[in-house]
């Protein structure tokens, strides 16, 4: 009888857990982020070609047309041009900093597909990246 009452009286046991070690890790992981997130949304604005890098603003771009007629002739905007002279008109708009370009290149539909690809990699020699350009053919 003596053993009956003793596990009566005895308390049940229970997980009890020690909050300290998940109160280092949130700690931890809250300096972290702290350091982190300005770096990264820094390298964000920098990168994305999508931004200038100096502000969260600039959503709209600047279009340029380039244009090829059934005769080969290319037209920057609604000016005739040769190819050199494209070149140095696209690296002139590619040096602008705060200005992100964005070239759309019209094609007429009898022009051959060899010469608006060579158009189109002409416009990539002068530093306009591939992302930032549209074909419509």
Not at 47 to 76: A, L, M, Y
Not at 100 to 111: A, E, G, I, K, L
Request: hydrophobic share 40%.
């Amino acid at each position: 009888m003596y053993r009956f009452i003793e596990r009566a009286t005895r308390s049940t046991p229970s997980a009890r857990p020690d909050l300290m070690p998940l109160g280092g890790v949130l700690l931890a992981l809250m300096a972290i982020f702290a350091t982190q997130v300005p770096q990264a949304s820094k390298h964000f604005t920098q990168n994305n070609p999508w931004t200038c890098g100096k502000c969260f603003d600039c959503d709209v771009p600047r279009e340029i047309e380039v244009s090829q007629d059934r005769h080969g002739q290319v037209r920057f905007g609604s000016d005739p041009v040769s190819i050199p002279m494209l070149h140095a008109l696209l690296q002139i708009e590619q040096a602008q900093p705060d200005v992100r370009t964005m070239v759309n290149v019209n094609s007429d539909p009898d022009v051959e597909y060899g010469q608006v690809v060579a158009l189109i990699s002409q416009i990539q020699t002068a530093g306009i990246p591939s992302h930032r350009i549209r074909l419509f053919h």
